[in-house]
């Protein structure tokens, strides 16, 4: 009874300013109903309810108040039910909510994407609501047409909208789950940024890292007509251009965004100029950008996070994915040592071996 009253007063409430009860608004119901089932109902569940209710002649809620009366009510939600019958064999719908029982799916996450889309957006491009009952805010849980299993959550980054994709378990590749979410059509590949395999493997939604802001010397260098660099503005990458210089962690080794071992001997930068190291900065969530050249006035650290807050920043050099050494040289930020040190914890955690030794310090705590 309970669910027969809840689903029929949903459609009621879809519905209730419409005049006439036509067979088009019918069919555009049942369609809904077998493509984007109610919250954690499937189309089957959907069906058995409104079929049972009327068959049990049940009576109809009177929660939202509606122009017709109850016979024609009754007659529009069996035109539903036919409509449905019509449809069969209906298509596996692309995925389906699940309940908040799930949440223990994702003790051990993965986040997978960031979605620069606030919650209302994905609401509304999804067609599911948010569940608001957790205290560490609203979370949506899906189970894709492959089987793959995934939640929305947010808010992860302080100051920010963003939501962040979390796959349960790691029976499915990330790379897949984006592609199948994008095939959807219903969130725009710009949209989604891939983290890096650290972000992966990082983080059960814990608390972001501790970040540091640039040098204030340096606000403004990526302007045109700056007083910093002799005529030259710092290049500030965006979203979509960083993710050339992402590394990963793959059985303790690094690689490039490119898939190769992560190598430096033919990187130089302003500290090491005959060679072997490249510059890096780290996110708040733990992702790591490297670049193998350093050019004043042109690239610096302050280049791959556009000259926000870093959680770490430096040299680093690696030899076929091994770290030979990690150090905090960078002027942008100055990191203090507990910097360096997240860097090195972060790295550890993934299964990098990264030696005390192997840590050179130029700043002070």
Not at 71 to 91: C, H, N, T
Not at 169 to 184: A, K, N, R, V, W
Not at 190 to 198: A, D, K, P
Not at 309 to 331: F, K, M, N, Y
Request: aromatic share 10%; proline share 6%.
């Amino acid at each position: 009874m309970d669910e027969w009253n809840g689903l029929i007063s949903r459609l009621f409430y879809g519905i209730q300013f419409e005049s006439d009860l036509s067979d088009t608004l019918a069919a555009r119901i049942a369609t809904a109903l077998i493509t984007e089932p109610i919250e954690t109902l499937t189309a089957g569940e959907e069906y058995s309810i409104l079929a049972n209710g009327i068959q049990r002649n049940l009576p109809l809620p009177t929660i939202v108040e509606m122009k017709q009366g109850p016979a024609e009510l009754y007659g529009f939600v069996q035109r539903i039910v036919a409509q449905m019958d019509a449809m069969r064999p209906w298509a596996e719908p692309e995925y389906l909510q699940l309940s908040s029982d799930w949440l223990s799916a994702f003790e051990l996450s993965q986040p997978i994407a960031r979605i620069t889309i606030p919650v209302p957006g994905l609401e509304g491009r999804l067609a599911r609501g948010f569940d608001r009952s957790s205290e560490d805010g609203p979370f949506l849980l899906l189970r894709l047409r492959s089987g793959a299993v995934v939640g929305f959550f947010s808010p992860v980054w302080a100051g920010s909208n963003d939501v962040m994709l979390v796959g349960a378990g790691s029976i499915h590749e990330p790379e897949l789950i984006l592609q199948e979410l994008m095939d959807t059509g219903r969130i725009e590949p710009e949209r989604i940024l891939r983290l890096s395999e650290s972000a992966h493997q990082h983080s059960q939604l814990s608390a972001p890292y501790e970040t540091t802001p640039i040098q204030p010397p340096f606000y403004g260098e990526n302007l045109p007509g700056n007083t910093h660099w002799g005529g030259k503005q710092v290049r500030y990458l965006t979203e979509d251009e960083r993710r050339e210089y992402l590394l990963s962690v793959h059985d303790g080794l690094l690689y490039d965004s490119s898939g190769n071992l992560f190598d430096t001997r033919s990187a130089h930068t302003l500290w090491t100029p005959e060679g072997g190291r490249a510059i890096f900065a780290m996110d708040q969530i733990g992702n790591i950008y490297s670049a193998p050249f350093h050019i004043l006035g042109e690239f610096h650290h302050s280049s791959f996070l556009a000259g926000e807050p870093v959680a770490g920043a430096g040299e680093i050099a690696a030899d076929q994915g091994r770290v030979l050494l990690i150090s905090d040289h960078s002027t942008h930020y100055r990191p203090a040592r507990r910097y360096t040190r997240q860097v090195t914890e972060h790295l550890r955690r993934l299964g990098v071996d990264v030696a005390d030794h192997q840590i050179e310090y130029h700043t002070v705590e």
